[in-house]
């Protein structure tokens, strides 16, 4: 069993222009590349002239006012859409934000900004992929990518004269829409589907409303003492710390500098030794101590040794000298 779209489905005024704000919000959320100085436009959308392939794996659940069930989605038309956006050109201002002023080389003009249009345009895209699709008249539509349906895409853009460019262009949109297709896509196609809700259309102008109102008033940063007031604050040997680690030194360069109030590795070094040496002195100390405590209160007798300094003569040594003093005399001879 499968299904037959009439395509093309959206010929509802005004109906590509608030897709292009979704999309609009949805590559521009979190965070993008340092090589990305400006927000991301969409320019151009068209979805084309031929529809998806729709097959039905699995019904799960089908009621008047619900349904839940598993496809296999195929698409391989002609939509297209284009990007419009500004990147830094320079390298050495990419990540120089990033970095200490006192480890970065002074620089006069080699960093200074330079912007650059990019342009670039998605068409040829070829999808494949399990989805499920849950639809409440309540509540809307829900649709979810079980696997990554992102199979091949075409990418035009500013940059296709020099190709170790274009292929970094390449890889980064890539990801980037397979990123798109499991987190930020369902959660457009359930904005778009609350307008055909029976109060649906009332609340997705009500949020345009609200998300549109230029002078709404800013939530107040919510502050630790809010969430739990009973939670103790910090210690004064923590701030200690936290001193010592703000203020320690942090450098790469070949030169150091004189930095006011800075730690010295060296320095701490020769302190941890000091402080072993002195850990041991106090060990012996407290040993001594000790030891002259219970010799003092009878608990341990020393034990006391008796060394004979008087020199006693080596038998062997006695007999030869006696032997040698009673060796016979030579006697006399008569003629």
């Known amino acids: 069993m499968s299904f037959r779209f009439s395509w093309p489905f959206a010929t509802e005024e005004n109906f590509y222009p608030k897709v292009k704000v979704l999309l609009t919000e949805a590559l521009n959320k979190g965070t993008k590349p340092p090589i990305i100085v400006d927000t991301i436009h969409v320019k151009d959308l068209n979805l084309g002239t031929k529809p998806p392939e729709l097959e039905i794996l699995e019904i799960g659940d089908i009621a008047d006012d619900r349904f839940r069930g598993v496809f296999k989605l195929t698409y391989n038309g002609d939509a297209f859409m284009s990007l419009q956006t500004l990147v830094e050109a320079n390298p050495l201002n990419i990540y120089s934000h990033l970095t200490p002023s006192f480890t970065s080389p002074k620089f006069l003009a080699a960093n200074a900004s330079v912007k650059i249009p990019l342009t ?5 895209i070829t999808l494949s992929g399990i989805v499920i699709l849950v639809f409440s008249k309540a509540k809307g539509a829900t649709l979810v990518f079980r ?6 895409i075409k990418i035009s853009s500013t940059f296709d004269s020099i190709p170790a460019i274009a292929r970094l262009i390449q890889s980064q949109i890539e990801n980037q829409l397979r990123l798109l297709f499991r987190e930020d896509l369902p959660a457009i196609i359930h904005k778009l589907s609350q307008r055909w809700t029976p109060n649906g259309s009332t609340h997705f102008s009500a949020t345009e409303k609200e998300g549109a109102a230029p002078t709404s008033p800013r939530m107040k940063p919510v502050t630790l003492a809010e969430v739990n007031p009973d939670l103790p604050s910090l210690s004064p040997t923590n701030m200690v710390k936290l001193n010592l680690l703000s203020s320690s030194q942090q450098t790469l360069s070949l030169v150091t500098p004189v930095i006011p109030d800075a730690v010295y590795r060296s320095m701490i070094e020769r302190h941890q030794e000091r402080d ?12 001594i101590m000790r030891s002259r405590r219970n010799i003092k209160n009878g608990k341990v007798r020393p034990h006391r040794k008796v060394f004979d300094l008087r ?6 040594y006695d007999e030869s000298v006696a032997g040698a003093n009673t ?3 030579p006697q006399a001879v008569k003629n």
């Open 120 to 124: 670039i345009t998605l068409s040829e």
């Open 327 to 329: 060796a016979p005399q």
């Open 147 to 152: 696997n990554d349906p992102l199979e091949s």
């Open 276 to 287: 072993d040496e002195s850990k041991d002195d106090d060990d012996m100390s407290s040993f």
């Open 311 to 316: 020199k006693r003569s080596h038998p062997s």
